[in-house]
Structures are given as structure tokens and as C-alpha cells.
């Protein structure tokens, strides 16, 4: 019994890490079928079908790409999060929340220039700009947060 309860802590733990887990084992089935399919049009002597194929084989391809490429993105951004955690960098999760557990906005936009401050005073510190993109994810802009992340993680290689 207490292995099971073991078990599920640890899963309770990683869940995130356990979604990424089925979604790309999803993912990694949908590109084998889809290419399975794309070589069946391939070995059909019609022209048409030969060319559907073709089409349909860059899905498996750009998938596999994409999906390669978040992966990696993900475990690099981990990666930060532990050394900054192991630092004492990660910024503080204090903002109010509304009943159903999102960040106030008003409060994530009022803390937000703190962030960019530091960034503008330290441009090469990685860690900035992952504080910064964490900023940016609270006050709700998704693609900016992408964005800061990847420069973090660009600065982040680069001093190594």
C-alpha cells in the first residue's frame, strides 16, 4: 500500500511531465499512421494519389519536427527553472487570484514593469528575461512569454 501511495505522489508530482508524456506518445502514433497512409498513396500507380502522398507525408515530417523542437524547448526551460530555483531567482508566486484560481490581471500588469526593468538594466542575463516571460504569462500574453522564454533560453546556451 504505501508503494501505491508512492506511485501516485510521484505522479501527482510530475503531472505535467506525465501529460507531455501521453500527448507525445499520441502524437508519435497519429505521425506513424499518417505516414503508414502517405506510403500507401505513394505505392498507388495513380499520379493523384501518388501526389496526396506526397502532400501527406510532410505532416508526419513537420509534426515530428515540431514536436522535437517543444520537447527540447520544455526541458530547456526546466532546466532554467531548476538552476533559478536552486538559486533563489524564481519569482514569487504571491498575486491574488480570482475564485476560480486565475491571476488577477490588474496585479500581474502593476508587477510587470519590475520585470522589464531588470531586463532593460541587464539585457544578456538569461535570468531576466525568465522572469520576464514568467511576467508576461501572468498578465495573460502568451506569445510574448514564448518569446522572452526563447531568448532566456538563447542567452542561457550562449553562457555556457
Known sequence: MAETVGFLGTIKRHRAKVGVALVSLLLV????IALQRSIILLADPDLVAKALGLAYLLLPLIGGWAMIRELLFGMQTSKMA??????????????????AGRIVRAAADARFPEYQAEVEAAPEDWRGWFRLSCAYDAAGDRTRARRSMRTAAKLHRKGR
Not at 83 to 97: H, K, S, T
Request: avoid cysteine; hydrophobic fraction near 40%.
Open 82 to 99: 531548476n538552476e533559478l530555483d536552486a538559486e533563489g531567482g524564481l519569482p514569487i508566486d504571491d498575486l491574488p487570484r480570482t475564485p
Open 29 to 32: 502514433f497519429w505521425l506513424i
